[in-house]
Each structure stands twice: as structure tokens, then as C-alpha cells.
């Protein structure tokens, strides 16, 4: 075999890899007020903030989506690292950004198939949910605050399951202490029915039955529910911030658990 035979084979082996990787896209998923670029499923696999950068050309354009509504699409610039303290987590600027936007996706299918139902966070029913959940974590005499109730069919078998986040860290201004006081928490929680029965199930939290000093707790909350890889069924993706940071981090809740599928942030 020749050189030429050798060349020719190598720039078809080259032609045939980029168009298989043309052929499946990267979905990349940026967090709107951050600009963080969180993630992006390509081939299957979701990738964290640098690769996902990697595959996202300046230019793109995104799907806007709030807690309830979709909103007017934007554009994204060419993605650049944050720099010192987290070199890996990667952002882009977007040509709008909504002050209800939370969630913007680069891809074309409808990710909210069904819009999540705010709900009275006082409801008796609710408050004595979570009393019962934290008292099963071990905080004693707990201090209910419900800062969010949402109803939404996850999965599309026509079933509401409902979403709650929770905290309680004592601080009047409602701000995230550096240390946490006996009996403090936040947590989101979904509360649905499992083999005939409701079960109330963490998504994600913390819970401090005794105090703890400079621990740097989180506070967690629902930013979005969307269906972020097009499957018709919906994702959890949950806003949480300490003294010095935060993260976005995206969970899937099927019947037979709740898993994280991938996390980006930034923080000291």
C-alpha cells in the first residue's frame, strides 16, 4: 500500500468520525442567571461544564425556559472558564436574559410538556408532611418553613406527584449561615405514591439535629422541572447556595429511585 493509499484512508476514517459526531448533537443546558454552562448530553453520556463547552460554538441558539413558562429564545457567545476558583466550570453570555428566566436549552423539542402548578406552601397537609419527614431525620421539634410546593405529572402516566422545598436555617433575612443551629435543615422533597402508598422521599438536603459550627450549609430550592434529554419525561433541576457558592444540579426521580445525573458550580 502506498503513502497516498495510507493518506487517502486516513482522511476518510477523519470524514466518517466527524460525521457521526455531527450526527448526534450536544443538547448543552445553561443556567440563565449564572450564565454556567451545566451540562450537555451528546452520545448518550452527560458531560461535565469544560466538555460541554467544548461542543457549544458561539452562536447557539437556546430555548428559554421559567419555573411555568417557556420564554423568548437567545443566543449564547462562544464559552469561557470562570477563571480562579473554579477553572472547569465554563459560562457563556445569552442575548437576553428573562428575570423569570431560569433554564436555557439548545434543542428543539418542547422541554416543558407539562407546566408545573404552584402551590399555598401553608396547606395543613403539606406542613405536617415535612414535620414528619424531618422528625424521621432526627431534628426534634422541627420549625416548618415550606419555601416552595409544586404539582407536576413527572413521568406522563397522567399522576401529579408534588415537589416541596424546605428551609430553616433561623437567619431572619432568610440568608445561608456559614455555621447551622440545632435544628436547622433545607431540603427538597418529593411526595408521591409508591406501591399504593404516598411516601414523602428526599431529593436532596441537609438536616442538623445538632448544631455545627462553620460547616458552610447549603440552601436548596427548585429552579426548574423540565424534560431535559427529550424523553417526554421531566427533570428535577435544583438551585443550591452556600456562603461562598452554589450549584446547579439536575435529578431524575423514576419509580424505582432518585438519582443525580450531573452537578456544576462555582464556589471558594
Known amino acids: 500500500m502506498n503513502l497516498s493509499r ?3 484512508l486516513a482522511i476518510l476514517a477523519l470524514f466518517c468520525f466527524s460525521s457521526s459526531a455531527m450526527a448526534a448533537p450536544a443538547h448543552a443546558i445553561v443556567e440563565v442567571k449564572t450564565g454556567y454552562v451545566i451540562t450537555a448530553k451528546s452520545n448518550g453520556k452527560w458531560l461535565d461544564s469544560a466538555h460541554a463547552a467544548a461542543l457549544l460554538p458561539a452562536g447557539t441558539s437556546f430555548r ?4 411555568v413558562r417557556e420564554m423568548a429564545p437567545a443566543t449564547a457567545s462562544k464559552p469561557e472558564s470562570v477563571s480562579e476558583p473554579c477553572p472547569d466550570t465554563y459560562s457563556v453570555k445569552l442575548s437576553s436574559e428573562p428575570e423569570e ?23 395543613p397537609a403539606y406542613v405536617q408532611a415535612v414535620r414528619e419527614f424531618l422528625e424521621g ?16 405529572d413527572l413521568d406522563g402516566d397522567g399522576e401529579e406527584e408534588v415537589l416541596i422545598s424546605a428551609t430553616n436555617y433561623f437567619t431572619k433575612d432568610g440568608s445561608v ?24 422521599q428526599p431529593v436532596c438536603g441537609e438536616f442538623y439535629s445538632k448544631a455545627k459550627h462553620f460547616n458552610a450549609p447549603n440552601r436548596y430550592r427548585i429552579l426548574a422541572v423540565l424534560d431535559v434529554d427529550g424523553d417526554g419525561k421531566m427533570e428535577v433541576i435544583v438551585d443550591s447556595a452556600y456562603y461562598e457558592g ?6 431524575r426521580c423514576t419509580p424505582a429511585k432518585i438519582e443525580e445525573l450531573v452537578s456544576t458550580g462555582c464556589g471558594a
Open 6 to 8: 495510507v493518506s487517502q
Open 64 to 67: 428559554v425556559y421559567g419555573l
Open 101 to 123: 428566566g431560569a433554564i436555557a436549552l439548545a434543542a428543539s423539542w418542547n422541554a416543558l410538556p407539562r407546566k408545573p402548578r404552584v402551590t399555598d406552601t401553608t396547606q
Open 137 to 152: 431525620q432526627g431534628v426534634k421539634n422541627p420549625k416548618v418553613k415550606i419555601t416552595q410546593i409544586l404539582r407536576i
Open 177 to 200: 449561615p456559614s455555621s447551622t443551629p440545632d435544628g436547622s435543615y433545607s431540603c427538597v422533597l418529593l411526595r408521591r405514591v409508591v406501591a399504593g402508598k404516598v411516601k414523602t
Open 246 to 251: 452554589g450549584a446547579t444540579t439536575i435529578y
